[in-house]
């Protein structure tokens, strides 16, 4: 899932449209449509991650753990017995094992396959390493990547 169609999911579970959203936090009008193909700064993604209590890695689909645990919590009975949460908790638990067990994959190499901008930065900077547990498309590992390009550049790093 993109970067915009993460924002879209959570302003729609907030009964919100991406206009709204860009007023709420005080962005120009047609900003976060514009993220498909361009790479945001980290002080607008901040200023959504915070409107939506969300974490930056869970906007750059870094996090697929707390996809999971959302998705659970969302469908959880308030009226449901000590033996259900049991049920519920152990099943969290098993996905985090599952989770915490996979090897990290580099997107690194994925992105500059598929885009010119990151295979260019790549070259340059041939230690760059972009670590996470899951796999993904090669559109979200561009995506990703990009985004963490523009954190690394604004940070000197």
């Known amino acids: 899932m993109s970067l915009v169609s993460r924002i879209k999911e959570l302003a729609k579970t907030q009964k919100i449209t991406i206009a709204e959203l860009e007023r709420k936090v005080d962005l120009p009008n047609g900003t976060i449509r514009r993220w498909d193909a361009s790479?945001?700064?980290?002080?607008?993604?901040?200023?959504?991650?915070?409107?939506?209590?969300?974490?930056?890695d869970y906007l750059a689909g870094r996090n697929r753990n707390s996809d999971v645990i959302e998705a659970i919590a969302a469908h959880i009975n308030p009226d449901a017995t000590a033996e259900?949460?049991?049920?519920?908790?152990?099943?969290?638990?098993?996905?985090?094992?599952?989770?915490?067990?996979?090897?990290?994959?580099?997107?690194?190499?994925?992105?500059?396959?598929?885009?010119?901008?990151?295979?260019?930065?790549?070259?340059?900077?041939?230690?760059?390493?972009?670590?996470?547990?899951?796999?993904?498309?090669?559109?979200?590992?561009?995506?990703?990547?990009?985004?963490?390009?523009?954190?690394?550049?604004q940070n000197n790093l």
Do not use: C, G, W
Not at 40 to 53: E, R
Not at 112 to 126: I, L, T
């Open 84 to 153: 259900e949460l049991a049920e519920i908790l152990a099943y969290i638990e098993e996905r985090r094992k599952f989770y915490t067990q996979q090897a990290p994959v580099d997107l690194v190499p994925v992105a500059a396959e598929h885009d010119e901008v990151v295979a260019a930065f790549v070259a340059e900077n041939p230690d760059f390493k972009y670590l996470v547990n899951e796999t993904m498309s090669a559109d979200e590992a561009v995506s990703a990547v990009k985004a963490f390009i523009e954190i690394y550049k």
């Open 39 to 56: 790479v945001p700064s980290i002080t607008n993604l901040q200023k959504v991650a915070t409107f939506f209590n969300v974490s930056l």
